[in-house]
């Protein structure tokens, strides 16, 4: 069975503040895709990046890093110098090679940043 | 270029009635998918079309049903409304051959009393 774990339902922070959005994953799939979205109050998912299970290298991108672990079934989002702006709820998606075009989410994590 | 439509925007049914949400896909996009988000969760998925047939299909029952068209646009139907059908209804489209990069619309939100 494939899942998608976030254990933190909501995270509140001060603005500047980084802060770290954990996400572990399950699946039996040696190739998947990982992906964090981002919804704001709109409700629209916005996406934000994907890995492929192949590219363990960790990119930044602005304020935002991301560490994918294979090891731990771990793939960590980090928002570095946090804004308001930042204030969204985010998902974590997993879609293994065996069911293409099917995302598994989590449960998703609420920011709030505060000025 | 138009990234992924869906109407209408808000919806209220009562329990027993049906209702159907429609969704554009992104220019040059062939395949759909749809998912059902109740409140505080992710959104889980109901279902894929791609050539016009269902693809594939998640956890749910055969009250949930849709239809994609000769443009690609899709429809999703769901009968015998229930209380617990009341969530966003996501829709979002790509590239049958580009299968991991699918694009969501702004969703429609399903209010059943």
């Known amino acids: 069975a494939q899942k998608v774990t976030q254990a933190q339902t909501e995270i509140s922070v001060v603005e500047k503040e980084d802060v770290t959005l954990d996400c572990v994953y399950e699946?039996?799939?040696?190739?998947?895709?990982l992906f964090w979205y981002k919804q704001p109050p709109s409700g629209e998912l916005v996406f934000l990046i994907r890995r492929n299970s192949f590219d363990e290298q960790n990119e930044i991108s602005g304020r935002y890093s991301w560490n994918f672990q294979k090891s731990t079934s771990s793939f960590n989002f980090t928002i570095t110098a946090s804004q308001v702006v930042d204030s969204a709820v985010y998902f974590c998606a997993l879609q293994g090679s065996s069911n293409t075009g099917k995302l598994i989410f989590g449960q998703g994590t609420t920011l709030q940043v505060k000025p | 270029d138009a990234g992924v439509t869906q109407s209408p925007t808000h919806l209220i049914k009562t329990r027993g009635q049906q209702v159907t949400l429609r969704c554009s896909p992104k220019?040059?996009?062939?395949?759909v998918s749809w998912y059902q988000q109740a409140l505080g969760q992710g959104p889980q998925f109901i279902f894929q079309y791609y050539e016009e047939e269902e693809r594939q299909r998640g956890n749910f029952p055969d009250r949930f049903s849709g239809h994609q068209f000769p443009n690609y646009s899709s429809e999703l139907n769901v009968n015998a409304l229930l209380l617990g059908d009341s969530a966003l209804y996501l829709c979002?489209?790509?590239?049958?051959?580009?299968?991991?990069?699918?694009?969501f619309g702004p969703g429609t939100r399903l209010t059943v009393l």
């Open positions: 220019s040059g996009h062939d395949t």
């Open positions: 699946t039996r799939d040696t190739t998947y895709y």
């Open positions: 979002a489209s790509s590239l049958r051959t580009v299968y991991n990069e699918q694009f």
